[in-house]
């Protein structure tokens, strides 16, 4: 079973990716990271990864599930990414898990598929307008699952956020 994970450029909140990259390892899920471009990505707090494929490289067919990370990165280079959006609207469609954490949100509600749905996020004055413009709600829960549809506040609920990934990925 594989995840793609995908990270902004600069900017994402290592936690974030760190937590639910080291749970799925222990549950045996695979990953590919993707971003805007390839190479490396810079993290927050000075974390270095490598985006090995672009977002426009993607095969959504070979994976189960998409997890967007969150950080200040993600209104500058995810939001309104048009590819990302497009992406999101694929694994919906598909029942595939959906999930995202942090500021990363943002990028399901301008996908659609946030309407009528409880979502958790960061609570920043931007992602809250840009998520109930949406016809979104939210909840202070750090972690919230809704259907195939997982969402959460931030670094310090990655843990758990991985740990609802794994359990939706594994039922």
């Known amino acids: 079973m594989k995840i793609l994970v995908v990270i902004p450029p600069e900017n994402f909140r290592d936690e974030e990716l760190a937590d639910p990259l080291s749970a799925f390892q222990a549950a045996g ?75 990363s949100p943002v990028v399901l509600a301008h996908a659609g598929i946030l309407k009528g749905r409880t979502a958790a996020c960061y609570m920043s004055p931007a992602s809250k307008k840009e998520i109930l413009k949406e016809g979104g709600y939210l909840s202070d829960s750090p972690v919230v699952v809704d259907g195939s549809i997982i969402t959460a506040n931030g670094p310090m609920a990655a843990k758990e956020f991985a740990g609802e990934i794994i359990r939706n990925l594994k039922s």
Do not use: Q
Request: net charge positive; with cysteine.
């Open 29 to 103: 899920i695979s990953i590919d990271i993707a971003s805007t471009r390839r190479g490396v990505c810079k993290g927050m707090l000075g974390a270095r990864v490598t985006a090995t494929h672009t977002l426009e490289e993607v095969d959504p067919g070979e994976y189960a599930g998409i997890m967007i990370v969150g950080g200040n990165g993600s209104p500058t280079y995810l939001w309104d990414n048009e590819m990302l959006i497009t992406l999101v609207k694929y694994f919906h469609k598909n029942r595939k898990l959906v999930a995202a954490i942090c500021l």
